[in-house]
């Protein structure tokens, strides 16, 4: 017997990220139905209204379109707002719910304490400000919401900065990471099982208490020096490194140069008090990626 509601479905909008890729993965495990799009199928905001239309068998849209990019990725984000705003006019005329990732960039990173969702989001960055305003708009367009943000993420597909470390560790014998940007590393998966389970809540009918702004991150917090200093120790333990340093510093290259502590911790008491979802510690999930990462690679 399946482990889910017969209406429970899934329309997944942008497979191909590292959640979207993740959430295949965990509906196929559960046999839970759902239909996926690339965000190459979603390169236009006209036809997001038809695809969400055509997909009258699924019952929820998970848009995880919106993941943080990768350093040095170029992203059109007046594009961005546009397909926001289609997707979730497109979800109310169907009246279908929406999840949809955000990210901690909402705030400027100055706060001495973890982020709540009721704190004001001040981000001064172009693709924060960005962020902000598609929570906004979504908000507006569609009041059966559900915004999850959540930072950092990484998991064994390339270009996340997880990968990146491995492939630094394995050319270079000295890295140079910043220790004063800190943050909630969080495994793709977990995001993803994060979804579903919020869903399947919401399937259960408690709603209309439940629709609104979450967050979710692993724990523990930790500076991007920390979580490089326990994946090249992990790595170190699979294959064959050339680094011997890791030095704390800033590393451009890799992440934003950081002179002054940016702090984007996530507090994450109302998914827990609301959904009664706790926090993985993303340490346990380094081992399982890395070794899933090697494994594939033969």
Not at 108 to 119: H, I, L, N, Q, W
Not at 253 to 275: Q, W
């Amino acid at each position: 017997m399946p482990d889910f509601s017969d209406s429970l479905s899934f329309l997944i909008l942008g497979s191909d990220r590292q959640v979207g890729r993740s959430l295949i993965q965990y509906l196929d495990s559960r046999q839970i139905p759902y239909q996926a799009c690339s965000s190459e199928q979603l390169a236009s905001p006209d036809e997001v209204g038809k695809i969400v239309a055509a997909a009258q068998s699924c019952s929820y849209v998970v848009n995880v379109l919106f993941e943080e990019p990768s350093e040095g990725t170029d992203v059109d984000l007046p594009f961005w707002l546009g397909l926001a705003n289609s997707i979730a006019e497109a979800c109310a005329q169907c009246h279908k719910p929406l999840f949809q990732l955000s990210s901690g960039l909402v705030f400027a990173g100055k706060s001495s304490r973890a982020y709540v969702e009721t704190d004001l989001p001040d981000a001064h960055s172009a693709l924060g400000r960005t962020y902000i305003d598609i929570e906004q708009e979504v908000v507006e367009r569609w009041s059966k919401t559900v915004l999850l943000r959540a930072s950092w993420l990484f998991s064994e597909q390339d270009g996340n900065y997880l990968t990146q470390l491995v492939g630094a560790a394995v050319r270079l014998e000295t890295l140079k990471v910043s220790g004063h940007l800190r943050g909630c590393p969080t495994y793709a998966m977990t995001a993803a099982k994060v979804l579903v389970a919020m869903a399947e809540q919401v399937d259960c009918g408690a709603e209309p208490e439940l629709w609104g702004v979450y967050h979710y991150a692993d724990s523990d917090a930790c500076t991007m020096h920390t979580f490089a200093k326990t994946v090249i120790t992990v790595v170190k333990s699979m294959t064959e490194v050339k680094v011997e340093s890791l030095e704390e510093g800033n590393s451009p290259g890799m992440i934003d140069a950081v002179n002054e502590l940016e702090n984007y911790e996530l507090g994450c008491k109302r998914i827990l008090s609301t959904f009664g979802i706790k926090q993985r510690p993303w340490r346990r999930s380094i081992h399982d990626v890395l070794k899933e990462k090697f494994s594939s690679h033969g």
